[in-house]
């Protein structure tokens, strides 16, 4: 099947390319073979897809493994791009990628620019609110640090008063304010947040010694301390983290239901297996295809443990 790349058309979004990204190199193991054309799939897809005759997917590249560019630095790779293009396949219909920055995502799904967010997102009932979700990778989450640990961090609870890095619009923001809450109540300095419109920058700022630390899901950071030739990283327990869905517009509710049906393919044959086990990520799958249509309530998502609680008690 084909696939193709273009860089964002809405506002706010750039085709990053930076050292990190380019020295990240391409896929840990052999390509995956991608699946056949599923009838009954293709049948679920909306016409305006089929007459399209194309899947719009936008993610976040620079975060690697999910989602990075190539070592020709236009090149869309990782796991989310392996996804994407078996899901394309099980629909029969080629798939396009567009980079943007993080906080424009759901932004673009809503104005119907794109079809799909396939970027690391983690499936939430705020977002939920105005995304359908389909669940498809179990996570965990730590610090990235300078090399050597200069500033002594073992977990969320040694970053009060200190200067922390992150994605605009992440997830993980909020778990470092509701850190800054807990270091107040202690009579300690609150951390000090920067964010940025993508991991580039955050590691770059790391490096450069302006923030101390990031904090988000272990894979990312796991790959990009290994690529950094010493310069970062991780550090910390493995905190509980919320799953990534496949986010899809709430309007589109029919291409929701084929998207995950297509994933139901891509379980049942051995291909979504494959993919994570690629990327180094196998023991992160999930075992059934979930869908989490627009506007459930919030116990319909992924709750897992509070890293906050975990770190500093209750």
Request: with cysteine.
């Amino acid at each position: 099947m084909s696939v193709c790349f273009r860089s964002s058309i809405f506002a706010g979004a750039a085709a990053a390319v930076g050292l990190w990204a380019l020295s990240l190199g391409g896929a840990q193991a052999s390509d995956v073979v991608m699946p056949a054309k599923d009838d009954a799939v293709n049948a679920q897809l909306p016409q305006e897809v089929k007459d399209r005759g194309q899947i719009r997917i936008v993610s976040t590249f620079g975060y690697a493994p999910q989602q990075f560019f190539a070592e020709d630095g236009k090149t869309p790779d990782g796991l989310s791009v392996d996804l994407g293009k078996a899901l394309g396949a099980v629909a029969g219909v080629p798939v396009e990628f567009t980079n943007a920055t993080f906080d424009s995502l759901i932004p673009g799904l809503d104005a119907g620019r794109f079809d799909m967010v396939i970027a690391a997102m983690s499936a939430t009932a705020e977002r939920g609110a105005k995304v359908n979700f389909v669940i498809y990778q179990k996570t965990d989450a730590r610090l990235l640090v300078r090399a050597g640990n200069p500033k002594g961090i073992n977990g969320l609870q040694d970053l009060c008063g200190l200067k922390v890095a992150s994605l605009k619009g992440s997830l993980y923001n909020q778990v470092i304010d509701a850190v800054s809450a807990k270091c107040k109540e202690a009579g300690k300095e609150p951390v000090d947040l920067s964010t940025y419109d993508n991991s580039d920058s955050v590691y770059q700022a790391l490096i450069a010694g302006r923030v101390d630390a990031n904090y988000r899901d272990s894979a990312p950071l796991i790959y990009t301390a290994r690529a950094s030739e010493g310069r970062l990283e991780v550090v910390g327990p493995e905190y509980p983290d919320t799953p990534y869905g496949i986010a899809i517009a709430g309007k589109n509710a029919d291409f929701a239901k084929a998207m995950t049906a297509a994933l139901d393919v891509l379980i049942k044959n051995g291909t979504y297996q494959a993919i994570l086990d690629k990327w180094g990520l196998g023991s992160r799958a999930v075992g059934a295809a979930t869908l989490t249509a627009v506007g459930s309530p919030a116990d319909s998502y992924p709750r897992p443990p509070s890293a906050v609680e975990i770190a500093f008690g209750k």
